[in-house]
């Protein structure tokens, strides 16, 4: 199949404790713009979240399909999978579905991990309430422990199903300008107005030098709290 | 990005090409090999892994894996084993040394010119950065550094070194 060249851009980068992602919000068809707020990035669950772009249909498609069987594995084993799980169950799908029937879908999938002891965080809200309400002694599920400060974790994953674990990336032609940008200004540990200010420098990069500039992006930064979001409009 | 993966403790297997399939490939290694020891109570010897890799990929022969795998290893007796196949499982095992990838020419020149049969570990480790480097610098698809992972019936100790950054 040849590579579908999408118009999309989608950023990522890792901070201290966080991942950012951007995705800009339109969706276009040939030259025309068919909408301008369309979200790209799509949550996975309270800390993962991918931007996925590519072919009209397939992103939806297959990004929908990844979110609901991770929905599915948790509320049939009551854990919360590691970003390098989800990570290598997405490459795997897009792997098997390469020879017969691929989808045309570049990802680029973002997470925070939370190592902890006990591993039944699904369960975690349920045990703080149940421990409240019950007499002092000791609840039968412990509550998770956090024995390790959060991971964030950014993979890049393209169309063929190859992956790589990076500190940052960019998908579509914003690739070819941010690619530079990133390598000069990302450094390790960021906070997240370090963070922020480093994918600003990227928007005004793709505003100054890319014919197709998008005006607004859709940001989103996973942390242990969550997933938050908010509009950034190039500068 | 790591191109060299562990089947077990004497068996590595680096895989060059297209880099869904080498990952793709890489864990079907991990679990044909992690059946077979839990099956035989022993792990896989490099000539019975050349063997099942090279069936394997033989099973696309219409539909291929573009990836070729390099595999080298020391079975129970301590003797070290390497083989190379094309990616439809061409086997071939030598005494001296392989090649893959896209620089694989070049490097096999760099090869031919710096190996010697029975050297110690640390200058095999040496050589074969020398060789990497050399294949490397000329081809413009291979680059960003080299690694080198040496095997020996002690432990395995792997080296890296910097290429030119292009």
């Not at chain 1, 600003?200 to 990069?205: F, P, Q, S, V």
């Not at chain 2, 090869?111 to 610098?137: H, I, K, Q």
Request: proline share 6%; aromatic share 8%; with cysteine.
């Amino acid at each position: 199949p040849g590579i579908f060249r999408s118009m999309d851009s989608v950023i990522g980068l890792v901070g201290k404790d966080y991942v950012l992602i951007a995705a800009d919000r339109n969706v276009a068809h040939s030259i025309v713009v068919v909408r301008s707020d369309f979200d790209k990035i799509m949550p996975l669950d309270a800390t993962k979240m991918m931007g996925i772009t590519g072919e009209p249909g397939d992103p939806v498609q297959f990004g929908e399909y990844v979110q609901k069987n991770l929905k599915l594995h948790q509320l049939t084993y009551d854990v919360d999978l590691p970003c390098q799980a989800v990570a290598s169950f997405i490459r795997t799908e897009l792997a098997s579905a390469l020879r017969q029937r691929p989808y045309q879908v570049n990802i680029v999938f973002g997470g925070v991990d939370r190592p902890h002891k006990d591993l039944g965080a699904a369960a975690g809200a349920d045990v703080s309430v149940a421990s409240a309400e019950s007499t002092p002694v000791a609840s039968p599920v412990p509550a998770p422990e956090y024995v390790s400060p959060p991971r964030p974790m950014l993979y890049h994953i393209d169309y063929l199903g190859s992956m790589v674990e990076v500190p940052f990336t960019a998908q579509g032609y914003a690739g070819h300008f941010l690619f530079g940008t990133l390598d000069k200004y990302w450094k390790p540990g960021m906070n997240l107005e370090e963070g922020k200010a480093v994918l600003a420098r990227c928007l005004h990069e793709l505003k100054t030098r890319f014919l197709l500039q998008p005006t607004e992006f859709c940001c989103k930064c996973a942390s242990v709290e969550g997933i938050s979001t908010w509009i950034e409009a190039a500068q | 990005f790591h191109k060299i993966h562990r089947v077990h403790d004497k068996l590595y297997v680096g895989l060059s090409g297209l880099a869904t399939d080498c990952l793709t490939l890489a864990s079907q290694f991990t679990e044909h090999c992690n059946l077979f020891s839990l099956r035989e109570n022993r792990d896989i010897t490099p000539k019975m892994f050349s063997k099942l890799a090279a069936s394997m990929l033989y099973e696309k022969r219409f539909g291929p894996y573009f990836a070729v795998p390099l595999i080298a290893g020391i079975d129970a007796a301590g003797t070290p084993h390497i083989a190379s196949m094309d990616c439809i499982g061409a086997l071939t095992t030598t005494d001296n040394f392989l090649c893959a990838g896209t620089a694989s020419e070049t490097l096999r020149g760099a090869c031919e010119a710096y190996w010697e049969p029975d050297m110690e570990p640390a200058r095999l480790a040496d050589v074969a950065l020398s060789c990497l480097r050399a294949g490397m610098d000329r081809d413009a698809l291979s680059g960003w550094g080299a690694e080198v992972i040496i095997i020996t019936p002690r432990g395995v100790t792997a080296k890296r070194a910097e290429a030119r950054q292009d």
